[in-house]
């Protein structure tokens, strides 16, 4: 902990997300206005002490609408993550543990869905099933698992060769033990860092998806579709692009620096991004 | 080497087999087809017309059914025909009794996208590499410093955003560059090459926003490698020798450092395939992303199915080629001293 703390680039990462988690957190108290609440008298106005970002084309104040859109953001992101990351680890848990036709097998999987060019995969899906806050997180974590259930797998293979998991086999252990008990805390280390780069993407993602109209809908307010929202204005309303394009690209920043830092950390040797 | 290429080919066919399966059913999981967007709002479409519609498109059958009628047709790559604009030939261009031919969707739409992508990664490359080089034999100075800057920028900014400012600014307040299309209106008016600068003036700012955004991975890509190889024994060896830095950097270092690219560039297609709908739709470029966008939109299932299929084969293809490129550049693997794989 205190490395990751002397890491400038894992310091820098940290401190972005925790303002923007605080911000996010602390919405329903730092917001000044109802985040929905329409008022025709005021349209687009320009930022002012009244409202700081301004308001948007219904009169809505946009500075609490990015608080309450940062929550939105940020939990598509989590959850996503949590979802890709159980399945990866899981998946490439029994690869690298039972070898054989398990892991032919689900090597076999990954090498097909990555593949099939993924933003159309997810594109078509949320499109088909409706667009919805759950749907975009369910589909970004299951169409993209991949490269933890790689990392993990390759963590597993050596991992098993080692004196203290043929110990605990001779001992008796079940494998389920063996696995989850044993190996899997030795290999997470790795999967932490992806876990952290993933998180950026994922935001990265739901604002794209937002953008295209596929995302979280009105008039539940997230990033990227107050800028969907905003482009229509861009002539007349410069804050309804800039504001949430800006609070998306240091909320991706935040976690790509981390990411790195503590890819630093863990692993001095390689210093590669992605 | 040709069992190599045979075997890899043959592989080629049961991926896609997979990959139709996932694309199939994933389709089929929504409630809803084209019979409820195309007849919604149409007060007189009842549900015998529709049920007739659905008959007519054969999804009133059992999925698997409809599996193996897809499969049946795409083993003569007859990808069908569109649901919601008119009959449309899927994939390639056919004629009609009369001799009409009618162009296919993916055939008009492929080139474009791929002419973008192509010209994108040969910016991507032309800046990355040169920038990556700098950033290794500057490493830890200012231009590597404000170079890693640029790279986590580029990581992190949503390319859409991106494109919008810089089409509001480049295009709207300084109206240097058309904001949407291919063409302008008089274009078929135009000679030759006054063709050819229309194109070029409609197509700058869709490819260059992303290769822009792009560039941070090659260049970060090419300064690792460039690191790696600069601490090799050879290279010290070279510089003992009294080679020119010049020739160290460029004839010794580079050459192996950008082996691994090759793979990288492999890698990125479907990212590059796929990121083309946010660009096209932006642009209103009339190519794969934008095609698929609409199609998804008007459940359109044979047009997402074919550019799903399209574009997987063509990632797999371009993996292959690669695999091969790598294999002709990198001598070891060419003279057959160390196993392709």
């Known amino acids: 902990m205190k490395k990751i703390l002397h890491n400038p680039l894992a310091l820098t990462g940290l401190c972005l997300i925790s303002i923007i988690l605080l911000l996010a957190l602390l919405a329903p108290w730092l917001a000044p206005y109802d985040p929905d609440d329409i008022n025709v008298k005021q349209i687009l106005l320009a930022p002012s002490m009244h409202h700081w970002m301004g308001t948007d084309g219904l009169g809505r104040d946009v500075w609490s609408r990015m608080l309450y859109g940062g929550r939105v953001s940020l939990l598509v992101g989590l959850v996503a993550v949590g979802i890709s990351t159980a399945i990866g680890v899981f998946l490439g848990a029994i690869a690298g543990y039972y070898r ?86 030795n290999s997470l280390t790795p999967v932490l860092v992806s876990v952290v780069l993933g998180i950026a993407s994922a935001v990265l993602l739901e604002s794209g998806l937002s953008f295209l109209g596929l995302g979280v809908q009105a008039p539940q307010s997230s990033w990227g579709n107050i800028l969907t929202d905003g482009k229509e204005y861009i002539q007349f309303a410069w804050w309804l692009s800039v504001y949430p394009g800006l609070a998306i690209l240091i909320t991706v920043l935040g976690y790509n620096l981390l990411g790195e830092g503590l890819r630093d950390v863990f692993d001095p040797r390689s210093n590669t991004l992605r | ?264 560039i492999g890698l990125s297609l479907p990212g590059l395939i796929g990121g083309s709908v946010i660009a096209e739709t932006i642009f209103a470029i009339p190519g794969m992303g934008k095609l698929f966008y609409e199609a998804v939109m008007m459940r359109d299932f044979p047009v997402v199915m074919g550019i799903l299929t399209i574009g997987s084969a063509l990632t797999l293809l371009g993996n292959l080629l690669a695999d091969l490129a790598y294999a002709w550049a990198d001598p070891r693997l060419r003279k057959g001293v160390m196993p392709a794989r």
């Open chain 1, 100 to 185: 054989g036709w398990v892991d032919t097998l689900i090597m076999r999987l990954v090498d097909i869905m990555l593949s099939i060019p993924s933003f159309f995969l997810i594109l078509a899906v949320i499109a088909f099933l409706s667009p919805s806050i759950t749907n975009v997180m369910i589909v970004i974590g299951l169409t993209s698992w991949m490269s933890v259930t790689r990392l993990v797998r390759a963590e597993f293979l050596s991992l098993t060769q080692r004196e203290f998991v043929t110990a605990s086999t001779a001992l008796g252990a079940q494998d389920w033990r063996i696995i989850f008990r044993h190996c899997l805390p």
């Open chain 2, 1 to 264: 080497m040709l069992s190599y290429l045979l075997r890899r080919l043959l592989w080629m066919v049961p991926m896609l087999i997979g990959i139709s399966l996932i694309s199939f059913f994933i389709m089929h999981l929504a409630p809803g087809d084209i019979t409820s967007t195309e007849s919604a709002f149409d007060p007189k479409s009842s549900e015998e017309s529709r049920q007739k519609l659905r008959a007519l498109y054969n999804l009133d059958k059992p999925i698997i059914v409809q599996y193996g009628l897809w499969m049946e047709r795409m083993v003569h790559l007859d990808f069908g025909h569109s649901f919601a604009s008119h009959q449309k030939p899927v994939f390639w261009s056919e004629k009609d009794k009369d001799g009409n031919v009618t162009p296919g969707m993916i055939q008009e739409a492929l080139p474009i996208t791929l002419l973008m992508n192509i010209a994108g990664l040969l910016i991507t490359l032309s800046l990355g590499v040169p920038l990556g080089v700098w950033a290794a034999k500057r490493y830890g100075q200012w231009p590597d410093r404000s170079i890693t800057l640029f790279n986590f920028i580029g990581f992190s900014i949503p390319g859409f955003w991106l494109s919008l400012l810089l089409m509001y600014w480049l295009g709207v307040i300084h109206p240097w560059f058309p904001i949407s299309g291919m063409h302008s209106l008089n274009y078929e008016q135009l000679d030759f090459w006054q063709k050819g600068q229309d194109l070029f003036m409609h197509l700058f700012l869709p490819v260059v926003i992303p290769s822009l955004t792009g560039l941070a991975g090659i260049t970060l890509f090419v300064k690792n490698g460039m690191l790696d190889v600069l601490n090799q024994d050879y290279i010290t060896t070279a510089r003992a020798k009294g080679l020119s830095d010049r020739r160290v950097t460029y004839r010794h270092a580079l050459r192996n450092a950008l082996l691994p690219l090759i793979t990288l």
